[in-house]
């Protein structure tokens, strides 16, 4: 009997045991993940970094209220599948003095297969201290089945004493609409 008992016992113990390890219905794991594959102007949302910068500024310590345009960062769309991407931009200006008022355009642009976008801005400068200064700019691209936050490079602004007394901007940048054009072989 105490045989037959403990048979019975071990039954009951193992189904109890089965049926807990049983009950997992559903698991679900999240996880972000970074990784660079490629640089900036070979990736599936390509942009152009200029001397590791979206762009260089140059522009003379007071531009007499002048506020002058500028490439602030080209974004391409090289996505093998045609797709039609949507991006915009996201500056931190909380590195520029006061003085130095840079805005750059935030608003959404379509950017069809295998073309580029600009993403301009406009500078100007109010007796600002010469020097070189930086805006990261991060890149925020959409489409259908994805996306991604792409941390860009930086602008570079440097500004100079104005030596001749010159009431004009003195801009100068190194990324134009023509320089595109090396970058999408």
């Not at 259908?144 to 801009?171: H, P, Q, T, W």
Request: proline fraction near 4%; glycine fraction near 8%.
């Amino acid at each position: 009997m105490k045989k037959y008992i403990g048979i019975v016992v071990a039954i009951l113990l193992s189904v109890v045991a089965i049926g807990t390890y049983g009950n997992v219905v559903h698991y679900n794991a999240d996880r972000d993940v970074k990784v660079k594959v490629t640089c900036h102007v070979k990736e599936y949302v390509p942009i152009i970094c200029c001397k590791g910068h979206s762009n260089i500024v140059y522009i003379i310590n007071d531009t007499h209220g002048l506020q002058l345009p500028f490439i602030a960062i080209a974004v391409g769309n090289k996505l093998i599948d045609g797709k039609t991407l949507h991006a915009y931009v996201v500056p931190d200006y909380s590195q520029l003095p006061s003085g130095l008022h840079v805005k750059i355009e935030q608003n959404t642009k379509t950017i069809f297969p295998r073309t580029w976008r600009f993403f301009w801005g406009v500078i100007k400068t109010e007796d600002v201290q010469p020097g070189t200064y930086y805006v990261p700019i991060d890149v925020y691209a959409y489409w259908d089945g994805g996306s991604a936050k792409i941390e860009s490079c930086s602008l570079k602004i440097v500004v100079f004493k104005s030596s001749c007394g010159c009431r004009c901007g003195c801009l100068r940048c190194d990324l134009n609409e023509r320089s595109i054009k090396d970058f999408d072989e």
